[in-house]
């Protein structure tokens, strides 16, 4: 099923919650709806269900305006949250409840249920209540009801926030998994970027309701349009300060009372003559210069956060500049330490600050 949003826009009084939005989702398409809290993620997703009716605009549904259809003939799944399962219905009975409403007989509930159930590999939990359940078998139960009615549209509203670290990561490669092999168009709500980048096809950012970017997760990490979409794809997320892009001696140099960064050249010559910009380089980019390497900034550890498998340096520049990147533990920098650092500067990026639009991708 194709999707188009076309102007769509959500009004409660006065808060604009979603505002003008236009979204073209493909025909099996996975894309996800990120942003903050608040941003407007979940109201178009309802409204796209058909549980809010939009203030303007148009929903369609290969190119049919379904506006006024009731959600019961959108044939749309969905999967909340809070999973939403009947307590006092077994699983065998929350699976087939979609099935009951359409009065399909009771022989094709069982098939279909059987079949579903092994899918979500709950086969053996079919006469349990959801009390019983642990939260992972509780969300499978809740992504099988929506799957059992084969819908053709399938939506999910943040449904793995409830779960632990292991499980959420089980229940993505999950979800994306039964996408893949169904095929159906699936639209996820999500303020986790990390769920955003490893499930979907194109990521829509959202933020106070308006749409920020739509394109793939690596062109929003490599190529970022704005500044808040820099900021919040990414993790660490992306450092920023600001300098004054000049030319001198055939380079282009990033300059602040703190630093004198020779920048690559055709990145350099669009943010070059602005005034200050805003100049934007991921932890990932920057790394310790080994002995006998030439540094391009010398710093202080000002802080060491242990993640694991790296520790997050947060270092200082100078007086005021302070830049994140990531380290080997067995180096075992500590408060104090002076380093030398080394940076892509291939891959830093530069915006406006008074548009906060992105001076290389606009």
């Known amino acids: ?33 990120l942003g903050p809290s608040g941003c407007g993620k979940t109201t178009t997703l309802l409204m796209i269900a ?106 999910f509203d943040e449904p793995l926030s409830n779960l632990d670290a292991r499980l959420r990561l089980t229940m993505r490669a999950e979800i994306k998994r039964l996408q893949m092999e169904l095929g159906i168009t699936s639209i996820y709500v999500t303020h986790d970027q990390v769920e955003a980048m490893t499930l979907a096809d194109r990521i829509a950012v959202m933020r106070e309701g308006r749409l920020q970017a739509f394109a793939t997760p690596e062109e929003l990490y490599e190529r970022p349009r704005t500044l808040f979409v820099a900021g919040f794809i990414g993790n660490p997320p992306m450092n920023f300060t600001q300098v004054e892009v000049i030319q001198q001696d055939g380079q282009y140099l990033a300059v602040n009372p703190d630093m004198r960064l020779a920048v690559d050249p055709d990145r350099g010559s669009r943010a070059a003559g602005r005034g200050r910009v805003i100049m934007g380089i991921r932890p990932e980019h920057i790394t310790l210069a080994r002995d006998g390497e030439p540094a391009h900034l010398e710093a202080e550890v000002y802080l060491v956060e242990p993640l694991g498998r790296d520790d997050l340096i947060n270092a200082r520049v100078g007086k005021e500049t302070h830049l994140h990147f990531l380290a080997d533990p067995a180096l075992k920098l500590r408060i104090g330490d002076r380093v030398r650092l080394r940076v892509d500067t291939s891959r830093v990026q530069f915006f406006d600050p008074e548009t906060e639009q992105s001076l290389l991708w606009s």
């Not at 102007?7 to 996975?30: P, Q, Y």
């Not at 999973?83 to 006092?88: G, S």
């Not at 219905?89 to 159930?117: D, G, S, W």
Request: proline share 6%.
């Open 1 to 33: 099923m194709e999707v188009h949003l076309e102007h769509l826009t959500k009004r409660w009084g006065k808060v604009v919650a979603v505002d003008d939005l236009n979204l073209e989702i493909r025909s099996g398409e996975f894309v996800a709806l």
């Open 50 to 155: 058909g549980i809010y009716k939009p203030t303007s605009g148009y929903i369609r549904f290969d190119g049919r305006v379904v506006n006024k259809v009731p959600p019961k003939d959108r044939n749309v799944g969905m999967v909340f949250q809070s999973y939403a399962l009947y307590p006092h219905m077994t699983v065998y009975e929350n699976l087939t409840f979609p099935l009951k409403l359409k009065k399909v007989p009771e022989e094709e509930q069982r098939r279909k249920a059987r079949r579903i159930a092994e899918m979500m590999g709950i086969g053996h939990l079919l006469d349990r209540y959801p009390a019983q359940l642990s939260g992972g078998q509780q969300q499978r139960v809740a992504l099988g009801r929506a799957l059992i009615k084969e819908p053709a549209l399938l939506l």
